[in-house]
């Protein structure tokens, strides 16, 4: 699993919203309505807890957090409503107790790109506080003041315009465990953002979708090499020559011999080396059949040892997506994967579509499938960038 982003909302819109703007970052997201697995690396999910009391609200923010730490979660952002609806208190709180102790929740819901403010501690909506407007007096969950320090009972933290990203980092730390920050224009949520990227795992961020989009932008500057996988169990001279010219462009390439693909104990330490390479997260990692040998090697043999450790790799390391070259190697690592199918949305080349896998624990990988026998010499490059590049789903 590659995931990397938790969104954790009280309901299913503000999930989707906030999600969206890691897509548009290049994320891989999904919006997930009930567990499972996940080739993500932002997931968004909701604990349909707005209209919940304190108590209760508390309890399914405090298990979900645990379950997005369990599943490997690096940051968490919890997603709070613009106009301050829900259980804001009861929830930040429940993260904070799910979380290392000295973690601090910086609180800024501004959302300007939609009349959302943050000035002096108070919320406004188009200038008018947000319990003077319609929302103050929602039936499910009214408001009975606009500042959100005394909402939180936390201290409103001032972040000075001049200051560094360390200093504004040791304010909010300071002032914790929450927080709350003004931001009444984008420069002001960057301002924001950059701060809690500098606390790294030290921050939990709590915001509407307009504190997620320059967070967003920040922590994909943080992510991993991704790496390319390429799988060639085509024998066919061209794809040969493809996959020479991948070589020759840098892609760190395993090929098997005959007797480590016939020796159980062989193979087991050829998977080794591959999975070796892969933890290095080089930009593109080749497996590659070998040429023609004696009649016991049989086609099936190639693919679906290759297939197994494409598998081995996917589960090990972080892939950005799969190009696979032959009919019979392509089919066996989608049965390894246990995919149902590819959504195509594109290609890469005439005869070279592009999607995503569809069903499996894989479901959402960029995946690129090739005959062997035909394409220009550098179809394999372009393959491998393509897949590199197609982060977000379309």
Request: aromatic share 2%.
């Amino acid at each position: 699993m590659s995931l990397r982003i938790a969104v954790l909302a009280d309901d299913l819109t503000g999930a989707g919203d906030t999600a969206v703007q890691f897509a548009r970052a290049g994320w891989t997201a999904e919006l997930q309505l009930v567990p499972a697995e996940t080739a993500a690396e932002v997931l968004a999910v909701t604990t349909d807890s707005r209209a919940c009391t304190p108590d209760e609200a508390a309890r399914r923010v405090s298990a979900a957090t645990s379950d997005l730490r369990a599943a490997g979660a690096r940051h968490l952002y919890k997603k709070i409503d613009s106009t301050l609806r829900g259980q804001l208190a009861a929830e930040i709180h429940a993260v904070l107790s799910a979380l290392p102790p000295g973690v601090v929740a910086v609180v800024c819901p501004a959302f300007p790109a939609v009349g959302r403010t943050v000035r002096d501690g108070t919320l406004l909506v188009s200038g008018t506080p947000v319990s003077e407007t319609a929302v103050g007096t929602d039936p499910v969950t009214p408001l009975t003041t606009s500042s959100i320090p005394a909402l939180l009972d936390a201290p409103l933290v001032a972040l000075d315009p001049q200051g560094s990203p360390a200093d504004w980092a040791r304010t909010l730390l300071s002032a914790g465990p929450v927080v709350v920050v003004d931001a009444q224009d984008d420069a002001d949520l960057h301002r924001v953002a950059t701060a809690v990227v500098e606390l790294g795992e030290r921050a939990v961020a709590v915001g509407s979708a307009g504190l997620a989009e320059p967070l967003a932008e920040m922590w994909r500057g943080e992510a991993p090499t991704l790496t390319a996988l390429v799988v060639v169990t085509s024998l066919h001279d061209a794809a040969r020559e493809q996959s020479r010219a991948l070589v020759a462009a840098g892609a760190v390439c395993h090929e098997p011999t005959g007797e480590q693909l016939l020796d159980d104990t062989a193979w087991a330490q050829f998977v080794d080396a591959v999975l070796a390479s892969a933890e290095q997260q080089p930009e593109v990692l080749l497996l590659r059949a070998p040429e023609r040998g004696g009649a016991a090697v049989t086609p099936v043999l190639v693919a679906d040892r290759l297939a197994g450790a494409a598998t081995a790799v996917l589960r090990r390391a972080t892939v950005a997506g799969l190009v696979v070259t032959g009919g019979d190697g392509a089919r066996a690592v989608m049965a390894e994967l246990e995919a149902t199918g590819i959504r195509l949305h594109g290609q890469i080349a005439p005869g070279v579509p592009l999607g995503r896998l569809v069903g499996g624990w894989a479901a959402g990988l960029a995946v690129a499938t090739k005959a062997g026998g035909f394409g220009d010499t550098d179809v394999l490059i372009t393959a491998a960038q393509d897949v590199r590049r197609d982060r977000s789903f379309e």
